[in-house]
């Protein structure tokens, strides 16, 4: 089905043909950079005549994040960039890209541009991580990173992350998930309800999930459950928050402490992304 943006794209150039191609390149380019990148790759299938602006360096560069170039810096694999391809290095970003010795993972949404980033579990704060009694750190050939923790056995469980908003989408729902897994060696996860919670300046989301939960078992509602992503984990949603255009730091949490032993948790990161609201 064709997007409202696109039929009126459609019905625009249908009625006047004659009158959008006859202005300059760079001006079409111009209003295109106020739609989407999805909305301008289908804008250049209408005209052969019009392809020309919508794959424009000009309109390109104006869907790439403001800091691309630092982005890039950090790149495990530097991308190269020549001075005419601004759209392949946008698609290029919208494939994972590894920042910070490998230890971030960054993409672009390629239908918004919205960034949205995930931490790897050595980027967050792990209550007993380093303490091989209690966690494992293990290379994982699933994983993007390098390696993911295990629990071994802990009664307190307490997982942290942050992130600034500077580094986001402004104005943006952005959404928060834990990337996990559970091994064959699982135990005490099964009826462990975790406490959850998002803290963006002086605002507070909390909420409940569970870790592992049987498919048999009855859920309960209003406490969130795992589900399986695309890339063979399984995610659960710790909350949400609005980006909004200030300089603030995201404080993500999750906690479980019942006292009770648990272990078979694998961990292997947090990602914030863009929530997209039907």
């Not at 104006?62 to 020549?82: C, G, K, Q, V, Y």
């Not at 019942?258 to 694998?266: D, M, N, S, T």
Request: aromatic share 8%; proline share 4%.
């Amino acid at each position: 089905m064709e997007s409202k943006t696109q039929q009126q794209l459609v019905s625009f150039d249908d009625e006047c043909p004659t009158k959008i191609e006859a202005l300059a390149e760079d001006c079409v380019s111009k209003i295109l950079s106020y739609t989407s990148p999805a909305d301008a790759c289908r804008f250049s299938m209408l005209s052969s005549s019009l392809r020309s602006a919508a794959d424009s360096d000009l309109l390109w560069r104006s869907f790439l994040p403001s800091d691309h170039t630092h982005i890039l810096s950090r790149a495990l694999s530097p991308l190269t960039l020549n001075s005419s391809s601004f759209k392949h290095l946008f698609h290029a970003l919208s494939h994972p890209l590894l920042l910070d010795a490998g230890n971030i993972s960054f993409k672009l949404d390629k239908s918004s541009a919205q960034k949205s980033y995930i931490l790897s579990a050595r980027e967050l704060s792990i209550t007993w991580s380093n303490d091989p009694l209690y966690w494992c750190w293990r290379p994982a050939p699933e994983s993007r990173f390098k390696e993911v923790v295990e629990l071994r056995t802990v009664s307190w469980l307490e997982i942290q992350g942050k992130i600034e908003t500077k580094i986001l989408t402004q104005n943006t729902s952005y959404g928060a998930y834990l990337i996990m897994k559970i091994s064959h060696r699982e135990y005490g996860l099964d009826s462990v309800v975790c406490d959850v919670s998002v803290q963006l300046g002086n605002k507070v989301q909390s909420g409940r999930v569970y870790l592992c939960k049987k498919l048999d078992e009855k859920k309960d509602e209003g406490i969130g459950i795992p589900r399986r992503r695309e890339d063979g984990w399984m995610e659960v949603e710790v909350g949400e928050f609005l980006s909004g255009e200030g300089e603030e730091v995201v404080k993500i949490s999750l906690m479980e402490v019942g006292y009770r032993l648990k272990g078979g948790l694998i961990v292997e990161g947090l990602e914030v992304r863009p929530k997209h609201h039907s």
